[in-house]
Each structure stands twice: as structure tokens, then as C-alpha cells.
């Protein structure tokens, strides 16, 4: 079952086309890697599927769960569950990262969020969300809340999501504890190891999705640059 479906999307910019045609599924439960070079849209598309201001599509579709997104706001689509781990998380000044971590409707414990994301519950729990943090911290404390809010899709966009400080075993053990929880994941990346991780991948070249399939195939046309179609139209690599 689709969980996410974005279909036929164009979005434009100061005068640049960014995305044009672009369709991408995402099953319920699913971890989907998107892979593609630097300035091919990835941002972009994440900002457009969590309806940040100034991201919405000029044609086509966004559906979850058979909704129509395309006019919602932001807020709305979170409280459909869908979550994007932040550039630049929110600072609550005052407020310390267990009582941040506990926000929202976590049934475990703060201390396993952040030691999922490698951080010292001990060092941490106690600290306050301000400017003394570093700009990693707050960035795996981000991802830390992403994890506790027990999303139904979660968008996580390297390096902005913070994945990127993680290694490749403690990024592997996010996702699987995401997965446990049913929540489905859009991972954005540049990494093959990373995607490989991901029980489908797609390839994002040109402001469209040429290729949609196993991970490993998907990685390895990615990492030898060749291409795979120019035409928009989705192969799918068995």
C-alpha cells in the first residue's frame, strides 16, 4: 500500500525549473532512499512534500494516505504525521532536552532516542536547548525528537537531518528502529552505503526520478554516474 504519492510534480523557481514530472511512490513501512548529486532538487522536493512555505508545486499531485496535499500547510501535514528533521532545528530556550524529547506522545524513554543518535543521556538530558549547544548536537537532539514523535513518514535529508554525523552502523540502527515503529522514511542522500541500507531506492537526475528499485543497483548507477533513462520515465531494476 502507498503511503506517499507524489505525481506528474513541476516546481519552479526565480525563473529555473527545479522538478518537472516528477512521480515517486512510498509504501507504508517503507525505508525509500533518494539519491542524486548535489543541486538535482532532493532539498527541494523534501520542502515541497512538507509544505514549507514557498514549496508548492505549480502541477501535479501530492497524496498521503489517498489525501490530497497540495494546498495544506505545514501544520497540517505534520498532524497527518509527517515529519521533516530541520537545517536549522528550533532553539527552546528555557527548556531542557528531556522535557524536549517528551513533547509529544514518546512510549520510551528519552535516554533511547539520544543514545540511538550517539549522543551521553547522562551528558545530555540535563542540558538546555540554547546557544551553547553545538550546532551537531542540536542536530542529533533533532533527529533525537523526530525518532520520539513516532512519525508516519519521517524526511530525513542529509546532512541536514543530522544522519550525516553518524556512522553507518548507528544510521543503520535509526532506521530499524523507525522501521519497528512502522514508521515509513524518505532518505535523502548522496551516499551509496547509506541507500543500500533502504529496502528500495530511486535516483533523481534532471528534476525527475529516472530509476526506482534495489538499492544496491540503484547505488551502483548512481556512484558510476551513468545514466539510466532521459526520457522521465521510472525503470524499475529487479
Not at 507524489?6 to 518537472?20: C, E, H, M, P, Y
Not at 524526511?155 to 530499524?176: C, F, K, N, R, Y
Request: aromatic fraction near 6%; hydrophobic fraction near 40%.
Amino acid at each position: 500500500m502507498n503511503l506517499l504519492e507524489l505525481s506528474d510534480i513541476r516546481f519552479t523557481a526565480s525563473g529555473r525549473t527545479i522538478l518537472t514530472g516528477l512521480t515517486l511512490t512510498i509504501k507504508a513501512g517503507e525505508i525509500h532512499a533518494l539519491l542524486g548529486t548535489n543541486g538535482t532538487g532532493k532539498s527541494t522536493l523534501a520542502n515541497i512534500i512538507m509544505g514549507c512555505e514557498g514549496y508548492y508545486p505549480e502541477s501535479g499531485g501530492i497524496y498521503f494516505d489517498a489525501i490530497l496535499l497540495n494546498s495544506m500547510k505545514m501544520y497540517e501535514r505534520a498532524r497527518l504525521g509527517i515529519c521533516l528533521a530541520w537545517q536549522e532545528p528550533a532553539r527552546f530556550e528555557g527548556l531542557r532536552v528531556h522535557e524536549y524529547l517528551t513533547l509529544g506522545a514518546a512510549t520510551e524513554p528519552p535516554e533511547v532516542f539520544l543514545r540511538l543518535v550517539g549522543l551521553n543521556p547522562s551528558a545530555y538530558l540535563d542540558r538546555m536547548l540554547d546557544r551553547f549547544l553545538s550546532g551537531g548536537e542540536r542536530k542529533r537532539i533533532e533527529l533525537a525528537s523526530v525518532l520520539a514523535v513516532r512519525p508516519r513518514l519521517a524526511i530525513l535529508d542529509e546532512p541536514d537531518s543530522g544522519i550525516d554525523m553518524l556512522s553507518t552502523d548507528d544510521i543503520i540502527q535509526v532506521l530499524d528502529h523507525l522501521r519497528s515503529t512502522g514508521s515509513a522514511v524518505l532518505l535523502i542522500t548522496h551516499r551509496e552505503e547509506i541507500a543500500a541500507a533502504a529496502d528500495r531506492a530511486s535516483r533523481l537526475c534532471g528534476g525527475r526520478i529516472i530509476a526506482t528499485g534495489n538499492p544496491r543497483q540503484i547505488s551502483s548507477s548512481f556512484k558510476t554516474r551513468k545514466c539510466i533513462s532521459c526520457d522521465g520515465m521510472v525503470r524499475d531494476d529487479k
